[in-house]
């Protein structure tokens, strides 16, 4: 009977409308005479929230009917950005939209602009995880995403006289997204100790006692796929202290003080994302967060398979979960130990369970960024699980043991616990032998991966455990929703946005590359997109740039091995050339912006060098009268995701240059040149697999191959180091003041010349100089410019995270989309 009660959702104009007026004038409780543009986007948002529930509730229905096998991706960051934009296209109503608020007197972009970004994540890995979700419900897949509601995201970036500064990231003031569930709450419990003894008919009882019990409540987030009525899940934790507001004994003990702390303490668990990317600090706080975040993640998972009344031995045959990088590799050893210590299962039927349900992806080969926790804070925080490990790992070794009979330091090198002081459990390992399989996110990534850090694990697993995953991006954000004019043209050839489901459909532009017409008109969207950029460069730092001059954007977290720093000297190259050219030569320059933005890990003094450096150039070189509009240098404050929907459609060129073998992927490059931008890389990463589909007269690669890097290190500090010419020039320019107090950048440039120049900047120096003049030549040839950009977009429907969701799906998951009839 309830059935014709149920809400329609919206599809006309005036029923948005209706909608829109009804929560400023209810749910807000305004009245709309005074709906400012916030009260609009509040209202606009709730009633495309409740469009979506009404799906997520019909897609968890269907998914739990249908008792299909499940994907469960466990990320502690979700890179998220904005909500409503993107539930609007993806359910294909923001003209719709867009023609109501109008009407009720709004400009839809105002709107829009309203909203804080979810930024639950620091950099790739994150937004990795957000393109995945938009892929896996637009593939129909059921899956689900669990991570830790952060109560502040990544830090807001500052810049401060040239000086990165730290603003706390609050986003929960009003966010309509999320549905606190206040009846899915599950205890996680910390410390205590371990009592064994012998039951009755002689099984060694392992039982976990006391300690402190911290309480996780469940916030969903609906998912909506493109095109599709699946809505998927993102389910995140929030910590908050056993006692509820705090302790009453304690508080009717007259220990008022204690009980707020430890409802304090409490609720520090999911209060802030550590903002590190690639470099591990070990606190003990972040594996309070990874054990919060995973032991309530599987309790909800395993409580969902117990209703299926399935035998224990189904398990792997109902649910997949992937490891996003080692931060949730605690999930191996939690369900083994509700397997065994719950349930009651033998180890070894349920470690077949285990090693069956995990998948591991690998995100990077830097070891200060691989994981690792010392045994004592272990055996403190969590006892239990530390035993478990210990006995993962002897058996392990013994079948290490018996495959290589006799090789001691085979065991020592591949053992799960480091034999340091203090011990220290290696997470990477655990991951590896807790999974059935492994994956790198490139190709030269995962090969590289197979043949160092983990090469002994493949001689013990074999070859096939190990595999290739290349990273893609969802093409309705970074194409369709960043770049909606690109879009519609691309729509207008190729018969429709059927090309968002499918990016092979791409390729049919290949036809337009030297149609005259098309280029002109493919021109001018990448030059509107330019002139949006410069207004937000003027309207944020107040330097003019001119759109016509060839835009040049690095925008990634700031780290070494990403190397800022080379692109940096390289302007001061190009300043230092400028200067010494006549106005003739000056005249037959390319004008350049160079664009830099990323927000440098608090803690990383190095990376905070390079920004400032970036910032005092700019400084110098934006008002130097010779230069004029041949160079501009440009640092945007707090990139984040939606930046770069902005910034990514604004790019000539954009650079990829790590030290070749030390980006495992790279996703903007994908980004960058799908939005018909060339970039300029290493061989490293996605840039291999870039070019092989692009072809390589459409990318400028430069620099030392990865297989060269140790060697020349080795020559750094073993043999001669002289640096490259032009850059003991820029340097000569930096000592002299002519930047502010070279003291500021010793450290940079003496880790160049005096500590062995680990990430090869002058190795590289002088290809990337030459590489950037062959840039500014082709630049000049607009004609064949185009084409090239137009070949590259054509040819780029391999790195659409779609095709990467289903290749997990075929070769880790096993898992099948769940189709759904539309309007059922
Ligand atoms: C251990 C902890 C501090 C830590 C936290 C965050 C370690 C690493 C990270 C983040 C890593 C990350 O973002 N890695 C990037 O993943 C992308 C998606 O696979 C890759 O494209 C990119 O090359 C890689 O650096």
Known sequence: AWKKFQAKPFVSKDDFEKEVVRHVETTLARSMFNCDETAAYAAASLAFRDRLITEWNRTQQRQTFADTKRVYYLSLEFLMGRALDNAMLNVGLKNVAKEGLSELGFRIEDIINQEHDAALGNGGLGRLAACFLDSMASLNFPAWGYGL????????????????????????????????????????????????????????????????????????????????????NMRLWSSKAASGEFDFQKFNSGDYESSVADQQRAETISAVLYPNDNLDRGKELRLKQQYFWVAASLYDIVRRFKKSKRAWSEFPDQIAIQLNDTHPTLAIVELQRILIDMEGLDWDEAWTIVTNTFGYTNHTVLPEALEKWSVPLFQNLLPRHLQIIYDINMFFLQSVERKFPGDRDMLARVSIIEESQPKMVRMAFLAIVGSHKVNG????????????????????????????????????????????????????????????????????LEKFADDKAFKKEWAEIKYANKVRLAKYIKSTTGVTV?????????????????????????????YLTIKAMTPEQRKKLAPRVSIFGGKAAPGYWMAKTIIHLINNVGAVVNKDPDVGDLLKVIFLEDYNVSKAEIITPASDVSEHISTAGTEASGTSNMKFVLNGGLIIGTCDGANIEITREI???????????????????????????????????????????????????????????????????????????????LVDEAYKNQEEWITKTILSVARMGFFSSDRCINEYAEMIWNVEPLPVEKGS
């Open 546 to 574: 001119n759109p016509a001059a060839l835009f040049d954007i690095q925008v990634k977290r700031i780290h070494e091995y990403k190397r800022q720093q080379l692109n940096i000297f390289g302007v001061i190259h190009r």
């Open 441 to 508: 996110v490139a190709e030269l990534h995962s090969d590289l991966i197979k043949t160092t850090i983990f090469k002994d694990f493949v001689k013990i697993f074999g070859p096939d455990k190990f595999t290739n995953v290349t990273n893609g991006i969802t093409p309705r954000r970074w194409l369709h929703q960043a770049n909606p004019r690109l879009s519609e043209l691309i729509a207008s050839k190729t018969g429709g946005l059927g090309f968002l489901k499918d990016l092979n459909v791409l390729n049919e």
């Open 149 to 232: 509601r952060y109560k502040y995201g990544i830090f807001k970036q500052e810049i401060v006289d040239g000086y990165q500064v730290e603003v706390p990231d609050y986003w929960l003031d009003f966010n309509p997204w999320e549905f606190p569930r206040h009846d899915i709450v599950v205890d996680v419990q910390f410390y205590g100790g371990v009592r064994k003894y012998q039951d009755e008919v002689g099984k060694n009882v392992a039982v976990w006692e006391g300690g402190e019990i911290v309480k996780a409540t469940a916030y969903d987030v609906p998912i909506p796929g493109f095109d599709t009525p699946t809505t998927n």
């Open 695 to 773: 072809g390589e007269n459409n990318i400028f690669l430069f620099g030392n191959l990865a297989e060269d890097v140790e060697d020349l290190r080795h020559t750094h500090n073993y043999g001669s180091h002289t640096l490259d010419p032009d850059l003991v020039k820029v340097f000569d320019l930096i000592k002299s003041n002519a930047f502010g107090d070279a003291g500021a950048f010793g450290a940079l440039t003496g880790s160049i010349e005096d500590h062995g120049d680990y990430y090869l900047v002058s190795d590289d120096f002088h290809s990337y100089i030459q590489t950037q003049t």
